[in-house]
């Protein structure tokens, strides 16, 4: 009786011991990383030139204090001077973004978000879908105090050995009425491969 | 006699397995966060101001070898309670000349920034 109670103990421990209670499923070969690291796969545009990017030009204009009393700002897109393919609107996504959590502007409909706005402005006043007192009244959108623009551009030098790449990133708030450049700040970025 | 040396021998292993006293809280030194060893690179004197509601660091770095060397860092800003109050900073690789000394600049992310970390680390 107790040898086979032991059997049967020690079958279920051995079993135990072989169940997963890893909370992962799949090949051993995929891993997340940290989105914060220094990427250095290539010396193309990547993940760390962005994230500094953003970073560095959200803080500097936070810090100088032009935007007082929390002004409306519209975002532009960032002009790509270089010779890569680069997604700029994700540069103005970024630097936005983190604009909004320090708190220090607001943000009116830019260019790609505005035919959105102003759909649904007309779809709630034109086509009498609505409870009149639901609907929002028209002429009633703030508009921007500053404009904020920006360009990138890159030079790449090539030799047998070498490859440099050198960013420069430009930002610009302006002031709507004036036209008068507030504040301006840049970032440069060098990446160099040995071959 | 033979007593007395093993006694001496004894102490001199205590003292050398003895741990460095913590630094002083608010000095230069309780603010950096050296991930392992630092290998050529030493962080000297901060400076702290608060620009328009932001956290200003300005930290003093040097090479104390001939070569170049890089190093990766990184802040994290604080609150009142010792919490981080925004999400993590980016790394950054940062390449310093032989024997150089160089400062490098941080802006608090948001105003709510008390206090802050500056993590480093040596490849």
Do not use: H
Not at chain 1, 76 to 101: A, G, H, P
Not at chain 2, 5 to 20: D, H, K, Q, R, S
Request: hydrophobic share 40%; with cysteine; glycine share 6%.
């Amino acid at each position: 009786m107790f040898a086979r109670f032991s059997f049967i103990a020690v079958i279920a421990l051995l079993a135990s011991g072989c169940a997963n209670t890893s909370p992962t499923l799949g090949s051993k070969n995929i891993s997340y990383g940290d989105t914060k690291a220094v990427e250095t796969v290539t010396n193309e545009f990547g993940s760390t030139d962005l994230q500094m990017i953003a970073e560095s030009m959200t803080r500097s204009l936070a810090q100088s204090g032009i935007l007082q009393g929390r002004p409306v700002v519209q975002v532009y897109d960032v002009k790509n001077k270089t010779s890569e393919y680069i997604d700029t609107r994700e540069i103005t996504t970024s630097i936005k973004t983190q604009l909004m959590k320090t708190g220090v502007a607001r943000f009116a409909s830019d260019n790609t978000a505005m035919q959105s706005q102003v759909d649904q402005l007309k779809l709630q006043n034109q086509s009498g879908l609505y409870k009149k007192s639901t609907v929002a009244k028209t002429g009633n959108m703030i508009a921007a105090k500053y404009r904020i623009e920006g360009s990138i551009s890159s030079i790449v030098k090539r030799s047998s050995d070498y490859k440099d790449v050198f960013y420069k990133f430009s930002l610009q708030l302006i002031d709507v009425e004036s036209g008068l450049a507030e504040w301006m700040d840049e970032k440069e970025i060098r990446k160099t491969t040995e071959r | 006699m033979r007593f007395k040396f093993i006694a001496v021998v004894a102490l001199a292993l205590l003292a050398g397995c003895a741990t460095p006293p913590p630094p002083e809280p608010g000095s230069a030194a309780s603010k950096v966060v050296a991930m392992g060893k630092l290998k050529n690179i030493v962080v000297g004197a901060m400076r702290v101001a608060r620009e328009n509601g932001f956290m200003t660091v300005n930290a003093q770095l040097s090479n104390t070898s001939y070569n170049n060397k890089t190093f990766y860092y990184r802040f994290a800003w604080l609150g009142p309670e010792g919490f981080p109050v925004a999400e993590e900073e980016t790394w950054k690789s940062q390449m310093m000349y032989g024997e150089q000394t160089r400062f490098i600049q941080a802006i608090a992310p948001t105003t709510k920034a008390v206090d802050f970390r500056l993590e480093i680390k040596t490849p």
